[in-house]
């Protein structure tokens, strides 16, 4: 929660360079609570008009303001889907892994790279403050606040430990290679990739809430089906949020990609509620 506290201890910080620094990063937060009280008001008038079958005129005048007001608020103000991912600012994380070139280094995958833009395009367009992170093979902890994490169980024990508090979907490898195992069922769902060669992929997807802070979790059984998912949850994230009710769910989507063009991108089934 803010307060005025927060605002004091800026004010009172006796080094100017962290001041600015603190002050800005405060002002991030209260932008996205500003952002996110505006889609609220859009959806408290979109409600009222639904569920109590009020016109927007009368909308406005219980509301002391004008029509055009409403209208202007409707239009401007970001979509219910917003809520999919949280308040924001929204950090996206990606996967680095050691490789040796001249020498040992971090790296970035294309693919991850391309997914981990799609994935700030999407959030920047509702109305999201974002921030990228990396997670390595030797952190066991995410960053704080709202995330957007697009990355597998084999690049991060967070991420691994993430993924074991699903209780839909886990992803695992045996002597045939890596697979995303339906806890209910058993079922796994392998990459054609490695079953029969071609260019199609599969990825996990989840929202879920935990705490105050909501985690977006993407991971293609290779690189590319994480852009695929972004592909697809670009497409669908307004119908994927009327259909689970901004509830905590997994999904699992499949794609075809030519090099790192998405030519197809289809959720495999319906989302999995984690409350049902």
Known sequence: MLLPDDIDAIRQEPDPIRQAQRAAALQAVYQQHSTELGRLRRAGMERAH????????????????????????????PPAA????????????????????DRERPLLAAEDVAAGDLAKQLLESFGFTTR???????????????????????????????????PRFTIGRDEDGWFIEDRQTHEH???????????????????????????????????????????QLTDDAAELFSTTEGGDFS??????????TITSAVALGAPRRWDD
């Open 132 to 166: 990228t992170a990396q997670v390595g093979p030797d952190d066991t902890e995410l960053p704080e606040g709202d995330l957007f994490v697009i990355c597998g169980p084999k690049s991060s024990p967070a991420v691994a430990d993430l993924l074991d508090t699903d």
């Open 50 to 77: 639904v569920e109590k079958g009020m016109s927007y005129t009368d909308v406005a005048k219980a509301l002391g303001i004008t029509k055009g007001r409403v209208t202007q608020i409707r239009s401007s103000a």
């Open 189 to 231: 769902h392998r990459s054609p990739m490695d079953t029969s060669g071609g260019s199609t992929d599969v990825a996990y997807v989840a929202r879920r809430r935990e705490g105050s802070r909501t985690i977006t979790h993407v991971a293609g059984l290779h690189a590319i089906g994480s852009l695929g998912a972004l592909t």
């Open 251 to 260: 999904l699992l989507v499949e794609s075809s990609h030519d090099g790192l």
């Open 82 to 101: 917003r809520a999919l991912f949280g308040i924001g600012p929204v950090t996206v994380v990606l996967p680095y892994r050691y490789q040796v070139t």
